[in-house]
Nanobody
Framework: VQLQASGGGLVQAGGSLRLSCAASGRTFSSYAMGWFRQGPGKEREFVST????????YYADSVKGRFTISRDNAKNTVYLQMNSLKPEDTAVYYCAASNRGAGNWLLRRDEYNYWGQGTQVTVSS
């Protein structure tokens, strides 16, 4: 599967952005999806994940209550709605797909098989 992330940009602190990740192929619904981010000088970190059907979601503590992950399997797209943005949210955001079996939350980079190219989010103070 090929992933294309979009929707990043420059926003002031307290603002909102919605990221999208469009997937190619006809088997999108067979993948759990995740968002990761990599800030300047930092390692890539987990942000959020969503189950294949979209009924279950999980968030990093740093974004819980501010970010919402969702997916539209008919459109082969996963979204990340980001509200109340903070300067520390500045990063390149990556979407990822995993075909691992259901059961545990997929929180590690090595649990994902496919990655998008990333989209830059910059939050000014």
């Amino acid at each position: 599967v090929q992933l294309q992330a979009s929707g990043g940009g420059l926003v002031q602190a307290g603002g909102s952005l919605r990221l999208s990740c469009a997937a190619s192929g006809r088997t999108f619904s067979s993948y759990a999806m995740g968002w990761f981010r990599q800030g300047p000088g930092k390692e890539r970190e987990f942000v959020s994940t969503i189950s294949r059907g979209g009924g279950a979601t999980y968030y990093a503590d740093s974004v819980k209550g501010r970010f919402t992950i969702s997916r539209d399997n008919a459109k082969n797209t996963v979204y990340l709605q980001m509200n109340s943005l903070k300067p520390e949210d500045t990063a390149v955001y990556y979407c990822a797909a995993s075909n691992r079996g259901a059961g545990n939350w997929l929180l590690r980079r090595d649990e994902y098989n496919y990655w998008g190219q990333g989209t830059q989010v910059t939050v000014s103070s």
